[in-house]
């Protein structure tokens, strides 16, 4: 698992990245654009040992995926979510499910820990600067009634480092939205935020759940032989703030989604059917 410091956005390079046997000719070289947090992923992917980015960069490019699928070996990220995001992701699907529609979210942080002094530099910011900021879009883009296609909220990110106040970062937000007959509402928050008592917890629950997905498989009633869970690890979305899903599929950031697919898999992995809010059996004669 990568815990260290956020490494800067790798560029994707023809040639060196872009492919599994790239990739590993690109370390074999040291090519500079080859991250260290990428070159640890390989190592547990060519190990076949379940690898988890909790920081914000792009460490899986496209020739660490191929490489992944390759081997069968198990990956998942991106950034770990613990404060300020999961407020938001729960924040966000309620109010656009419940018909408001925000049209801007301002997000400030200030902390004084390694994190933050290492997010100080603005190459390292922008890769958390992404991470933070697409948390909201599949929410707003699965609502055609609220917003038009490509319409989505200003967003804004801002983090800045704070020595005095060490781990305790702070967090506050505004959200602006539009309400019945071209009314506005305003939500603002605060939080103080002990980053690193929040994350480690996560650090625990990604490393059992990666571990139980080597354990389980799954066919049909009619196949032959028995199947396991995709190389990326997207049901570990409810614990990451960018989360990776496998090539063509859909990203999903509702927490309650999030925690509910995590949930019924392991209904199902003990035999039980998966739960549903519907009660139609309390609604009816």
Known sequence: ????????????????????????????????????????????????????????????????????????????????????????????????????????????????????????SQKQFRSKEISKSNVVDDMVAANHILYEKDEHPDHTVVIKYMPAVGDNKRALDEYYAEIFMGGHQTISLFNICEDSLLASPLIIDLVVLAEMMTRVSWKAEEAADYKGFHSVLSVLSYMLKAPLTPPGTPVVNALNKQRNALTNIFRACVGLQPESDMTLEHKLF
């Open 1 to 120: 698992m990568w815990t260290a410091n956020t490494e800067r956005y790798a560029d994707i390079v023809p040639g060196v990245n872009d492919t599994a046997d790239n990739l590993l000719n690109s370390i074999k070289t040291g090519h500079e654009e080859v991250a260290p947090s990428t070159v640890f992923a390989v190592a547990c992917i060519l190990e076949n040992t379940p690898f988890i980015n909790g920081s914000p960069q792009n460490t899986f490019v496209p020739g660490a995926l191929e490489l992944a699928e390759k081997h069968k070996a198990f990956i998942g990220g991106d950034d770990f979510k613990s404060g300020q995001t999961k407020m938001k992701s729960a924040l966000v699907d309620f109010l656009i499910n419940a018909g408001i529609k925000l049209t801007s979210i301002a997000s400030y942080n200030h902390l004084g820990n390694n994190d933050g002094k290492n997010l100080s």
